[in-house]
Every structure is written in structure tokens, then in C-alpha cells.
């Protein structure tokens, strides 16, 4: 497509509630990055793909959050049991470069989350 | 988790006037994004740096990548109502892809 896709836009999740949140890149683009940011705050990063490879897993906060993207395109951040300090936008960007340290990222429009 | 100090945090500025900001950071990087977010969309990319003490122009606004490779500052000039939004800077370091972004500043102009 011609830019990143995210679904849902928003999500309202009662504690405890598993939650799925998709992203699909922009077409071609080998690396795709999950970030996710609080109200009022910049974005941080959660995890990242090189292709189908989740080479950096780092900034996920714990064991809850899961994130894949099996065939190297779209990719689906999991949350399992959600608690309220969850609550915060998701945002996924796709970069055309393979390498580390060069590319831009560019950013779909998010998924809210809310977790009442 | 980390984020670079954006300066300043908030900014009431008249329509017309010039705007700039700056984004500093304790480590060294090798290159510098900077995004704009409106309510309720995702960052949208300005202007990227890749090399210390480059100076890039994208319509109104212009960026500089700092010589210690450590800031980065954002001006805008002849503001106009549209550049309402939220300013991010991003800094990422040599041989990683984890790009750090900073505590972002809002901009409103007053008409």
C-alpha cells in the first residue's frame, strides 16, 4: 500500500482481555519497528523485524506483549491479559534499508488502546 | 525508557513569526530525524540529518545536525496556523536500528 496501515484505529479492552493489533508495512520495506507511546510522551521503541526475524525484542515491557511477522510482511503485536498501564497508542513504521544504522522511518497512524 | 531532551517543551508563537527548537543528547549519534504529529495520527517525517553539521530545508522549515553529534535543532520560519503539532525529534547511534525519539515540542500559533 502507499503508506502504513494499522487496525484497529482504537481498541477498548477490559483488564484482562487479550488484544491483537496488525500492521502492515509499507510495501516492500524489510524492516518494520513497533513502538508504543503514552499520553504526552514521544514514542518508544518496543521491538523490531528484519523481515520475518525479530532481531531486537528489547523495549517490550514483559512477558505479556508478544509481537511477530511470520511470512516477513504484516506483522501483529499481542498483548495478553491487559492491564490499564497498557493503555497508551501503538504505533508500527517500516524502513526500506537492511542496514542498522541508516533509513527513515515512516509511521502509520496508530492503534489507541484503552484498557478501562 | 530513554528519550532525548527536546527544548522548548511548549510554544505560543504569533502567525508569521520564526520558531526554533532544539533536541539534545548524551550520547553521540549518526543521524537525526524530525517528525511532526498531529492529535490522533502518527509522526510524520520532516527532515533527516546524516552527517554533523549538515543543514537541510524542506519548504519552511530547516534542520541542522549539531557538530558534536550530540543536538539537533528544528526552525521554522513565517509560521503559519497548520504548523500546530507536536515536534519530535529522533537520534539514532552507529550500528543500531533503535531509534530514540525525544519528549517532543508543542507548537500552537496564535492566528
Known amino acids: 500500500g502507499a503508506g502504513v496501515s494499522q487496525s484497529p484505529r482504537y481498541k477498548v479492552a477490559k483488564r484482562g482481555q487479550d488484544v491483537a493489533l496488525r500492521c502492515d508495512p509499507i510495501s516492500g520495506h524489510v524492516s518494520l519497528f513497533w513502538y508504543q507511546q503514552a499520553l504526552g510522551q514521544g514514542p518508544e521503541f518496543l521491538t523490531y523485524f528484519q523481515n520475518e526475524a525479530q532481531l531486537d525484542k528489547s523495549g517490550l515491557p514483559s512477558d505479556r506483549f508478544f509481537a511477530e511477522r511470520p511470512e516477513g510482511s504484516v506483522s501483529t503485536l499481542k498483548i495478553q491479559r491487559t492491564q490499564q498501564e497498557d493503555s497508551a497508542v501503538y504505533l508500527c513504521?517500516?524502513?526500506?534499508?537492511?542496514?542498522?544504522?541508516?533509513?527513515?522511518?515512516?509511521f502509520g497512524e496508530g492503534s489507541r488502546l484503552t484498557v478501562l | 525508557g530513554q528519550q532525548l531532551n527536546q527544548s522548548p517543551q511548549s510554544m505560543f508563537i504569533q502567525e508569521g513569526e520564526d520558531v526554533s527548537m532544539n533536541c539534545t543528547s548524551s550520547s553521540i549519534f549518526n543521524t537525526w530525524l524530525w517528525y511532526k504529529q498531529d492529535p490522533g495520527e502518527g509522526p510524520v517525517l520532516l527532515i533527516a540529518l546524516y552527517k554533523a553539521g549538515e543543514l537541510t530545508s524542506n519548504g519552511r522549515l530547516t534542520a541542522q545536525f549539531g557538530i558534536t553529534r550530540k543536538d539537533s535543532f528544528l526552525n521554522i520560519s513565517a509560521s503559519i496556523p497548520s504548523d500546530v503539532g507536536i515536534y519530535f525529534c529522533a537520534g539514532l547511534t552507529s550500528g543500531t536500528y533503535k531509534y530514540i525519539f525525544g519528549t517532543g515540542t508543542r507548537l500552537k500559533v496564535l492566528a
Open positions: 513504521a517500516s524502513s526500506s534499508r537492511r542496514s542498522a544504522n541508516t533509513g527513515e522511518l515512516f
